[in-house]
């Protein structure tokens, strides 16, 4: 136990916001914050993991990501083509064909430590967390889930297991000081906003325990918006009317700041225009 008044002027970490690599996010107030959970959500195929991916490689902070949706070989590909600005089609074989470039553009990444096991047990998590603490003599900074949905049902069901898995997230990032990031699906249905949807659209009801939701997905002309329906720092928009546009080029695994082109250079002009010779 202990007073409010002692925890003032204390040096501890916790709560703390982590860097974040997005400056849309942060004229939005949108932070990720040690020792609190945060959450990606969207419908299949919006993107949601290249977006977190994109996060975790421009955050630069010691993490421990579970990727139950993304092979060894997939998150391989999509890292050396963030590194190299290249395709994926083309990195995808850099680790045989040339593993030399390969090995030296992925060195850059070693911040990051992965586990692939496609459906981890909350014990595998905690265990894994705990391993990672004695091989580095301190906790990750960031714990990221892909997919929550792939955890093991050790509590019976999905449903079941969701919540708790819900609750643990918090306990986790409290006990270690740790972000934890969270991937969810959102509910697939005729009902669900698009392009981004709404907090109430999140699979399994489960927006009590993250302190920061994000929301995504692709518009009609194929762009990816994200929404923060929640956000316990900040305003934010639990219906995502307010969603806005991210930069995109899935073929190099790559999502950024959206950058306007102002319209009279997207015919190759000076913008404001001007007489044609």
Request: with cysteine; aromatic share 8%; hydrophobic share 40%.
């Amino acid at each position: 136990m202990q007073t409010l008044s002692r925890s003032v002027g204390r040096t501890e970490s916790a709560a703390e916001p982590l860097p974040m690599p997005f400056t849309s996010w942060l004229e939005r107030g949108i932070r990720f914050r040690r020792s609190s959970v945060s959450m990606i959500a969207g419908l299949p195929a919006s993107f949601k993991t290249m977006l977190a991916q994109n996060l975790l490689v421009g955050m630069k902070v010691p993490t421990l990501a579970f990727n139950t949706d993304s092979s060894l070989e997939t998150i391989r590909a999509r890292l050396l083509a963030i590194a190299s600005n290249r395709p994926t089609e083309e990195t995808e074989g850099w680790a045989f064909s040339q593993p030399a470039k390969a090995a030296e553009l992925l060195t850059q990444y070693d911040f990051l430590k992965m586990d692939f096991r496609p459906d981890p047990s909350l014990d595998d998590i905690w265990l894994e967390t705990y391993a990672y603490a004695e091989v580095h003599g301190r906790w990750p900074e960031q714990i990221c889930i892909d997919i929550v949905s792939d955890v093991g049902h050790e509590a019976g069901d999905e449903w079941a297991t969701l919540r708790d898995l819900m609750r643990q997230s918090k306990v986790l990032a409290r006990e270690t000081g740790a972000h934890v990031l969270l991937v969810h699906h959102a509910s697939d249905s005729p009902q669900t906003k698009r392009p981004c949807p709404r907090r109430s659209d999140i699979h399994g009801k489960v927006a009590a325990i993250p302190e920061v939701i994000i929301t995504c997905g692709l518009d009609d002309q194929g762009s990816l918006c994200v929404a923060c329906v929640k956000n316990r720092h900040a305003k934010a928009d639990k219906d995502a009317q307010n969603y806005f546009p991210m930069e995109l080029h899935a073929e190099r695994a790559f999502v950024g700041d959206h950058i306007a082109i102002p319209y009279g250079l997207q015919y190759g002009g000076w913008y404001g225009g001007g007489d044609d010779e």
